[in-house]
């Protein structure tokens, strides 16, 4: 009976999931340039000239009305990457001092960068005093002012947040204070994180790591894990507190915009108008990383690929159709983006709506604006940082012989550095606001700030608010959020509230009948931290909402349910997204219910990226029925709690272990108990598929849920499948153990050691006790050597990292009998994951040498390790192996 349950959830997907479009991405429309070859000779050609910033101003390209105005210029600030404002309006300016002096990038982790800080003593907004707030730094990336005195402040290769005090309020720091030990960080710095930001659900968000963190009163911050955010080079967030994020290394302009990140990564078709991807500079030297692809004959750029610094514009010295929308900087094309925002039917959608005349909403002539960053202002303009230089690229995509070194040396694009300029975007119906003084005024001043037109002076009202902590303003905040004015002050009260920890259940339950949708969304998403208390009585009026008629708020109901892990949710998610008219509803609760996983993350192969996202799509489609979303098994609602229709597949043994046990399951079926439990549904066999069918799912499952096996190829399920042709009845788990390999189990007697590390050598004897790390970087030629007792046959060696990163990047496997002549590699291959399983024709040995040939800025780690004997009942093994690739 509860079988046929199951298979009634399953009937209901199958026939929903037929009205999905399979692919969101949307495709870009670039024309590579018939006439740009890329064969060219790149003759030599005059450097364009650098010009004063009195002379750019005239290159500037903006729609009617608007003008670019100078804020700041050489020498007061150079190579500026970003820009933000204090309580008080004093701007802090990142410095990158360091970027990218020459081609190479020679001397860039010097610590010769810094943040300034500016001011206007008059208030008029000509910021009149500089200094150094925090000098003589590692290319620091992220600043956020705090209290008056205190700005926390990260700089490249790591994850470290600090805050640095003014305690003499002079404007430079003199005391730094640790706020978040985040350990060292590797890689390209432009992969490296970006914020920290203050959202409006009081989280503290970072691009390029999947967590956030909530500022305390007493002791370190608090972590909670997100899903992967993707984003690099910029962040804000709109009216209602949902973050914006872009991507440059995927081209990816913004994503993950339809839900804040924390109910999932979401992107859905149709989110950007046709064409959106296209981009129309003023200028261009065919200098773009991307080589002749990306250029149009004119020698523009014909596509993003430098995207970031966005900013959700909600200044109000602008033009009200301003608002709401993001600007976009795109350094590579020497232009902003403006991405016009609406809403249709739930889902949100961006067009350029300059689009038409091919055009864009700032745009420059000359090619050394380079804006990769944008701002609203206390003033309520926009604020651009424009690095002003030749190359923009950092180091790893101008070596020499690349496409684009060859264009930087013909233009001599390196000789322009040293410059950088901040522009105020300002429009002639409108003046810049004053300046703020809200560190000076009271709790109760700063809450009528959050009524404020313009969106900075609420955040800033709210961070700061939050930060003094002081109860007082609680009526206040209260009678705001019930009657306050403006809609996005009732808000942003709440949120207050929220920082306050004193948010009331009866208050929510009012604001869930509120007459504005974006607060009925709000206060669900407010409620979330109530429950996080231990505070379940908003539960059913939470539920109830599920059947409101905006939706917005039905997608905040799934997103909150799911973040919480209500029992069921995932029936609920179903049931609603099946029953709703609303596109948003379907497609965003959809995605909500599916926790996309990335595997194109350059480990996997072209094809197995592409056999893992169809395994997932079945997976999603059958699988999840028995054994759930996640992985876990699909829990039973009617049943004591954590009782599961199927065996979980995360973690499970026969997921990880030798592929033939997994192939065999999928083709034939099995029995249970699984580990001593019967299950009250049955697995059913699905070899009526093909090959390549068994081979996705396999390898879905092997590399979904925090599983990290290598994939299996349909050869492999092939082989499988001729050995076990006469098989008709399901597997016993006995029988299918029988049929795999044996680990051996004298690993007590093993000698282990660790030899010829490129960046350390470490020799360790016996068993691996704790996780054995070698160096910190992988480089070819490391070795692990295992020592039998005796001469043995062996057909495998899995490694497990104990980690999803240090995983060999490649290997091979040779034997020996005497452990000084070695027989030819018996194996090669490249990791993929957490488990690296090295499978080969059997051989007789005592010595077993595994030698790393990648090469990673990870270090190879080995937390345990499995050597193989053959099955007892060979015939799958070997069919299995016969046919590995
Ligand atoms: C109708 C429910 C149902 C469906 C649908 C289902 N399974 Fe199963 N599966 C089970 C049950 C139940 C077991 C445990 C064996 C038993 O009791 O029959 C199981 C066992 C397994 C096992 C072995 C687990 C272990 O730890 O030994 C794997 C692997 C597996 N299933 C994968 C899949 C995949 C992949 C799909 C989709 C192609 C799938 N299952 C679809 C119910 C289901």
């Not at 020592?787 to 020996?816: C, H, I, M, Q, W």
């Amino acid at each position: 009976m509860k079988t046929r349950y199951a298979f009634l959830i399953l009937f209901t997907f199958l026939a929903l999931r037929a009205s999905f479009a399979a692919d969101s991405t949307p495709t870009p429309s670039a024309t590579p340039s018939p006439s740009f070859s890329p064969n060219s000779q790149f003759p030599p050609q005059p450097t364009p000239p650098w010009l004063s910033p009195a002379d750019e101003l005239k290159t500037f390209q903006v729609p009617d009305g608007y003008r670019m105005e100078l804020v700041l210029s050489e020498p007061d600030i150079r190579e500026p990457v970003l820009c933000v404002f204090d309580g008080n309006g004093r701007m802090y300016v990142s410095e990158m001092r360091s970027y990218m002096q020459d081609s190479d990038g020679t001397g860039e982790q010097k610590p010769t960068s810094l943040v300034s800080r500016h001011e206007s003593t008059k208030g008029d907004g000509v910021f009149d005093r500089h200094t150094v707030f925090a000098g003589n730094l590692v290319l620091p990336r992220m600043v956020l002012p705090m209290e008056k005195d205190a700005v926390i402040i990260s700089l490249t290769n790591t994850n470290d947040l600090s805050i640095y005090r003014d305690s003499k309020g002079d404007g430079v720091s003199d005391k730094i204070e640790p706020f978040y030990k985040g350990g060292p960080r590797e890689g390209n710095m432009e992969h490296q994180p970006c914020g920290p930001f203050w959202c409006m659900d009081n989280w503290l968000y970072v691009t390029a790591n999947p967590y956030r963190l909530r500022w305390r009163p007493d002791g370190p911050p608090l972590k909670e894990t997100t899903p992967a955010n993707g984003g690099q080079w910029g962040i804000t967030q709109d009216d209602y507190g949902k973050i914006w994020w872009s991507n440059a290394g995927a081209e990816k302009a913004l994503y993950h915009f339809q839900t804040p990140v924390i109910y999932g990564a979401i992107d859905v078709p149709d989110q950007l108008e046709t064409g959106f991807m296209e981009v129309w500079p003023a200028t261009g030297l065919a200098d773009f990383q991307g080589g002749p692809m990306r250029v149009r004959p004119d020698k523009t750029l014909n596509h993003f690929t430098g995207c970031c610094g966005q900013e959700v514009f909600r200044g109000d010295r602008l033009p009200a159709d301003l608002r709401g929308d993001v600007l976009l900087p795109e350094p590579v094309g020497r232009m902003v983006r403006r991405a016009k925002v609406t809403v249709q039917d739930g889902v949100t959608c961006l067009s350029n709506p300059y689009q038409p005349q091919h055009s864009e909403f700032i745009r420059s002539t000359d090619p050394y604006f380079r804006p990769v960053w944008t701002t609203t202002g206390p003033d309520g303009c926009l604020y651009i940082v424009d690095m002003y230089r030749g190359i923009i690229q950092e180091g790893g995509w101008t070596g020499k012989g690349s496409y684009l070194r060859k264009v930087i040396d013909q233009y001599g694009l390196q000789k322009v550095i040293g410059s950088g300029r901040i522009w105020r975007l300002v429009h002639k119906d409108f003046q810049p606001g004053p300046q703020p003084h809200m560190f000076d005024e009271t709790s109760a001043q700063l809450v009528t700030h959050l009524e404020h037109p313009n969106g900075w002076w609420r955040d800033q009202a709210q961070k700061l608010l939050v930060l003094r902590q002081d109860k007082s303003v609680v009526p206040a905040l209260e009678k705001m959020t019930r009657s306050g004015t403006n809609p996005l002050g009732r808000i942003q009260a709440l949120w207050t509230l929220e920082g306050l920890d004193a948010v009331e259940p009866a208050l929510l339950r009012e604001m869930f009948k509120a007459n504005d949708p974006h607060m009925r969304a709000t206060a669900i998403r407010v409620s979330e931290s109530l429950f996080k208390n231990g505070d379940q009585s908003l539960k059913p009026d939470v539920r109830a909402l599920v059947n409101d008629p905006d939706p917005g708020v039905v997608i905040q109901v799934l997103g909150t349910a799911k973040v919480l892990k209500w029992p069921g949710w995932e029936l609920l998610a179903l049931s609603t997204i099946g029953t709703s008219s609303s596109k948003g509803v379907k497609e965003i609760g959809h995605e909500i219910l599916y926790t996309p996983e990335n595997f194109d993350r350059g480990v996997f192969t072209a094809s197995e990226v592409t056999r893992l996202q169809k395994g997932r799509d079945i997976y999603q489609q059958l699988c999840f029925a028995c054994h759930g979303m996640d992985g876990h098994g699909m829990p039973m609602e009617d049943q004591p709690p954590g009782t599961t229709l199927a065996p979980p597949l995360a973690g499970s043994a026969t997921v990880l272990g030798p592929r033939e046990g997994m192939i065999s399951v999928l083709l034939h079926g099995t029995i249970g108990p699984v580990n001593g439990k019967n299950y009250v549904a049955v697995m059913p066999p699905v070899g009526t598929n093909n090959d390549e069918w068994v081979a996705s799912v396999v390898s879905y499952v092997r590399n979904g849920f925090g599983n990290g096996a290598p994939p299996v190829t349909p050869e492999q399920v092939a082989g499988i499948r001729a050995a076990s042709a006469s098989r008709v009845q399901p597997w016993s788990h006995e029988e299918l153990k029988s049929m795999l390999p044996q680990p051996l189990a004298n690993d007590q007697e093993w000698k282990i050691s660790v030899v010829n590390s490129g960046t350390a050598s470490l020799v360790i004897s016996g068993k691996l006790t704790t996780t054995c790390t070698i160096g910190t970087a992988q480089s070819p030629g490391e070795t692990l050597q295992i020592e039998l007792p005796a001469e043995t046959l062996v057909s495998a060696v899995f490694l497990d990292a104990g980690n999803p990163d240090n995983f060999p990047r490649s290997y091979k496997l040779e034997l020996s009998g005497d452990g000084v002549t070695w027989e030819k590699p018996v194996a090669e291959g490249t990791g993929t994951g957490r488990l690296t399983q090295i499978t080969f024709a059997p051989g007789s040995a005592k010595f077993l040498r595994i030698t790393q040939t990648g090469s990673k800025r990870r270090p190879w780690s080995i937390s345990k390790i499995q050597v193989f004997t053959p099955a007892q009942t060979p015939a799958l093994s070997a069919a299995a192996e016969g046919a590995s690739k």
